[in-house]
Each structure stands twice: as structure tokens, then as C-alpha cells.
């Protein structure tokens, strides 16, 4: 026997309008709130309140024949509000002797994040001060009501050009979580989607794209094991093993079989 559909009341239909209406709206008024305050991203240092800069060392190209073989760079960041905004900004810089001080600074960085609705959003710019003329950009918004959030990356210079965009979507079943994300890279064209299954001390990730496919079980063997095998469609294999130390430090253990074992030390310091 056929059933037909029976019609949408006025009310339901009223409702769903303005469901997307609201969607609609919040939406608009994040996009023009970040439009309205992106000029203050690459102006944020000039607004610096004094803070404790950290100094790192490193070696150039893996080796140093001599003093010009290190390059010590100063990091320092600070933050402020303005109204309802949050805004970070912040250096890194050579420390080297020089007479151009202009020349020290390697890049400038700046942050704004807000709210409107249920969206909590954020801009950032990262400016190479060899290059001024251009400026990376991430763009974050998230939807605490539907678990979505978005990221899009793009650069600035002679207009904004998109590269690229990914959206996740988390679905809580109680015992269990799924998380779905798309990821579409504009200039290439490529896009890809990994979904994400978890219960308990069990997680399962799959990877897929044109080129190529991978799926990773991951398993919490006790409070400070984990294992996690990846089999990927081209017939490679991969294990890795994070040991958890204390105090926030780990050490992760990456097996490539005829090809690597990577080591790695994290400090929770």
C-alpha cells in the first residue's frame, strides 16, 4: 500500500526557516566581525604589554662549523582584549650582532578570537618579515551546539586566496564516538575524508584519498602503553609505540620495517 507524505504544517515549516535563518545570521555576523578586525591582525605588536621572552638555540642545516653555525632566536608573545574580542600577538627574532636592528625580526604574528551565537571563531596571520607583502592566514570557528568545526587556510597579499578547508563533525552515541572530516585543498584540487571511531581504550582511524588509503587501530594497553599499527593500501606497514614517563613526559617509538625507526622525546616541561 502507498503512503503519501503528509504535508508540512506552517508551523514546522515556520521553524525550520528560521533554523536556517539563524544559521544563516551567526554565520554572516562571524564573517564580517573577522572582515572588520583583520587590519588590527598585522598592527597586534605595536599594542604589546611586556612580557618574559624565551630564548632558543639552534644549529643551521643540521651542522655548525663555528659560531655562524648557531642561530639563537628570541620568541615573545603577549596578549590583550579589546571590547569582546581576545587578541594575541607576538615575535621571533635573531639575536645576533648587528648595526640594522630593523633586520633582526624573522616573523609577526597575530591572533583575534571572538564569539557570536554558538560560533566561537578565530583569525590569525603569520607575516615573514622577508616578505611583507603577503601573510598566511587560519581561519577558525567551531559550533559547541552541533560539535562542527571549521578551518580554513589561506594567504593574503593582492586579495585572499583559499588553500584550504576542512570541516569536522563529532557524533557522541554514549558509549561510543564517530568524527567525520572532510578536507577539500582548493589549489591542487585534492580532497580527502577521515573518519574516526572510540570506546573506551580503542580507537580506529581511516584515511582515504585518490591516492591512497590507511587505517589505524590504536590501543590503550595500560595507563602508560599505547600501540598503534597502520596498514596502508600500498602494502606498507607502520607500529607505533608511546610510553608515557611521568610528569608529562613521553617517549614515542615509530617502526617502519625495512625503512625507519623514529624516535621521539617529548618534555612536559
Same mark, same amino acid.
Request: overall charge negative; hydrophobic content about 35%; charged content about 20%.
Given at each position: 500500500?502507498?503512503? +503519501?507524505?503528509?504535508?508540512?504544517?506552517?508551523?514546522?515549516?515556520?521553524?525550520?526557516?528560521?533554523?536556517?535563518?539563524?544559521?544563516?545570521?551567526?554565520?554572516?555576523?562571524?564573517?564580517?566581525?573577522?572582515?572588520?578586525?583583520?587590519?588590527?591582525? &598585522? &598592527? /597586534?605588536?605595536?599594542?604589546?604589554?611586556?612580557?618574559?621572552?624565551? #630564548?632558543?638555540?639552534?644549529?643551521?642545516?643540521?651542522?655548525?662549523?663555528?659560531?655562524?653555525?648557531?642561530?639563537?632566536? /628570541?620568541?615573545? !608573545?603577549?596578549? !590583550?582584549?579589546?571590547?569582546?574580542?581576545?587578541?594575541? &600577538?607576538?615575535?621571533?627574532? +635573531?639575536?645576533?650582532?648587528? +648595526? %640594522?636592528?630593523?633586520?633582526?625580526?624573522?616573523?609577526?604574528?597575530?591572533?583575534?578570537?571572538?564569539?557570536?551565537?554558538?560560533?566561537?571563531?578565530?583569525?590569525?596571520?603569520?607575516? %615573514?618579515?622577508?616578505?611583507?607583502?603577503?601573510?598566511?592566514?587560519?581561519?577558525?570557528?567551531?559550533?559547541?551546539?552541533?560539535?562542527?568545526?571549521?578551518?580554513?587556510?589561506?594567504?593574503?597579499?593582492?586579495?585572499?586566496?583559499?588553500?584550504?578547508?576542512?570541516?569536522?563533525?563529532?557524533?557522541?552515541?554514549? =558509549?561510543?564516538?564517530?568524527?567525520?572530516?572532510?578536507?577539500?585543498?582548493?589549489?591542487?584540487? =585534492?580532497?580527502?575524508?577521515?573518519?574516526?571511531?572510540?570506546?573506551?581504550?580503542?580507537?580506529?582511524?581511516?584515511?582515504?584519498?585518490?591516492?591512497?588509503? !590507511?587505517?589505524?587501530?590504536?590501543?590503550?594497553?595500560?595507563?602508560?602503553?599505547?600501540?598503534?599499527?597502520?596498514?596502508?593500501?600500498?602494502?606498507?606497514? +607502520?607500529?607505533?609505540?608511546?610510553?608515557?614517563?611521568? =610528569?608529562?613526559?613521553? #617517549?614515542?617509538?615509530?617502526?617502519?620495517?625495512?625503512?625507519?625507526?623514529?624516535?621521539?622525546?617529548?618534555?612536559?616541561?
Amino acid at each position: 500500500t502507498n503512503k +503519501s507524505k503528509r504535508p508540512q504544517s506552517s508551523a514546522a515549516a515556520t521553524t525550520t526557516v528560521h533554523q536556517k535563518t539563524d544559521i544563516y545570521t551567526n554565520l554572516t555576523s562571524i564573517i564580517n566581525k573577522m572582515v572588520r578586525v583583520s587590519p588590527l591582525v &598585522f &598592527f /597586534l605588536p605595536a599594542l604589546a604589554v611586556a612580557s618574559r621572552p624565551e #630564548l632558543s638555540i639552534s644549529i643551521k642545516d643540521g651542522s655548525a662549523g663555528g659560531l655562524d653555525g648557531i642561530d639563537p632566536t /628570541l620568541t615573545w !608573545s603577549s596578549s !590583550s582584549k579589546s571590547g569582546d574580542l581576545d587578541l594575541e &600577538f607576538g615575535v621571533e627574532a +635573531s639575536v645576533r650582532p648587528t +648595526s %640594522d636592528i630593523a633586520s633582526l625580526p624573522k616573523s609577526v604574528w597575530g591572533k583575534v578570537s571572538g564569539s557570536s551565537g554558538a560560533w566561537g571563531w578565530s583569525a590569525r596571520a603569520d607575516v %615573514d618579515t622577508a616578505d611583507l607583502s603577503s601573510a598566511d592566514l587560519e581561519i577558525d570557528a567551531s559550533n559547541s551546539d552541533g560539535d562542527l568545526s571549521l578551518n580554513i587556510l589561506a594567504a593574503a597579499g593582492n586579495g585572499i586566496s583559499v588553500g584550504a578547508v576542512e570541516a569536522t563533525k563529532i557524533i557522541d552515541n554514549g =558509549d561510543s564516538t564517530i568524527t567525520v572530516s572532510p578536507k577539500y585543498d582548493v589549489g591542487s584540487g =585534492d580532497s580527502s575524508v577521515s573518519l574516526g571511531w572510540s570506546s573506551g581504550d580503542t580507537e580506529v582511524e581511516i584515511v582515504a584519498s585518490a591516492d591512497g588509503q !590507511s587505517v589505524t587501530i590504536s590501543q590503550q594497553v595500560d595507563a602508560d602503553n599505547r600501540i598503534s599499527p597502520t596498514l596502508r593500501s600500498d602494502g606498507s606497514i +607502520s607500529v607505533e609505540w608511546e610510553k608515557s614517563l611521568g =610528569d608529562g613526559n613521553s #617517549l614515542t617509538a615509530t617502526l617502519s620495517p625495512n625503512e625507519a625507526l623514529d624516535l621521539e622525546w617529548e618534555d612536559g616541561a
